[in-house]
């Protein structure tokens, strides 16, 4: 049990690690649901790449963007 109890810790160190290294987003700009530019950006202290999305459904036009890879 105790083995399963360290590997279950040292996987969740492992992910909440490689989550709080990653620094750039990608961006996606959308014009009628066209992607129209692309870009890698670094994003700023203590802020998320969903802090940068301002996509409307409605219009599918606006800014999505997610961690990178």
């Keep these: 049990m105790k083995k399963v ?6 996987t969740l160190m492992i992910a909440a690690l490689s989550t709080s290294c ?4 990608e961006c996606k700009t959308y ?11 670094e994003i700023e202290k ?3 790449c969903d802090d940068y999305s ?3 459904e409605e219009l599918e036009t606006g ?3 997610k961690p990178t890879m």
Excluded: F, P
């Design 5 to 10: 109890l360290c590997i279950a810790a040292a």
């Design 22 to 25: 990653n620094k750039k987003c």
């Design 31 to 41: 014009a009628a649901g066209v992607v129209v530019t692309t870009t890698t950006m």
């Design 46 to 48: 203590g802020k998320k």
């Design 54 to 56: 301002t996509y409307s």
């Design 63 to 65: 800014i999505q963007c």
